[in-house]
């Protein structure tokens, strides 16, 4: 967690790294209704990232300081363990000097419960390989429960996701895919459960 001294509003010039817990107790997070703007205060000081990762793309929303930082990983192929190489090669990479580089926290969609098993299964794999790479300061996130925290409804349609992102962050553009729309609510949910 972000020092109380900085979060009060002293201003020391100290910009270092905040340190998060391993876990997040989710039940403990904040509800934003509608409304909600975009964190201020002590959120500022920190550098989350959310992620939404399917078997064809990673969507990556770093935010920070109310700005948002955006990787589409997107895999070509009709063979779920091409892509899924692509996937964690191309992920591996964000990690080691890359856009997730000092990032404080990350906050990870849980694979989607659907009706297709092998679905299921290549999209578990992309999660656990995820998991894998960040080995710690990172937490999995029910979809129905980040949708209710941001938005105040867990089924919230993709129309409402999209028109509360785009409306919170002014710097996300309105043409980007679903995913990077969910991974930025994923990464402020997170961000409000933090701070």
Not at 30 to 59: F, M, Q, W
Not at 113 to 138: E, F, S, Y
Request: charged share 25%; hydrophobic share 40%; net charge negative.
């Amino acid at each position: 967690m972000a020092d109380s001294s900085r979060c009060k509003g002293t201003s020391s010039g100290d910009h270092t790294s905040t340190t998060a817990p391993a876990t997040v107790p989710v039940g403990r997070l904040p509800t934003l209704g509608s409304g909600a703007t975009v964190p201020s205060g002590c959120e500022a000081l920190l550098r989350v990232a959310g992620i939404d990762p399917d078997t064809k793309s990673i969507a990556v929303v770093i935010i920070e300081d109310g700005k948002t930082n955006i990787v589409h990983l997107k895999a070509k192929g009709r063979k779920a363990e091409d892509r899924f190489r692509f996937l964690v090669s191309a992920f591996a990479d964000l990690i080691y000097g890359g856009a997730l580089d000092g990032v404080d926290f990350t906050f990870v969609e849980q694979p989607v419960m659907v009706r297709n098993p092998k679905a299921i299964r290549d999209q578990a794999m992309v999660v656990g390989a995820i998991r894998a790479i960040l080995t710690d300061k990172h937490s999995l996130v029910d979809n129905t429960v980040w949708k209710k925290g941001v938005i105040g409804n867990g089924m919230a349609t993709k129309e409402e996701i999209k028109e509360f992102i785009v409306g919170a962050f002014p710097d996300l553009a309105d043409d980007h895919d679903q995913d990077v729309y969910d991974a930025a609510g994923i990464a402020l949910f997170g961000m409000r459960g933090l701070s």
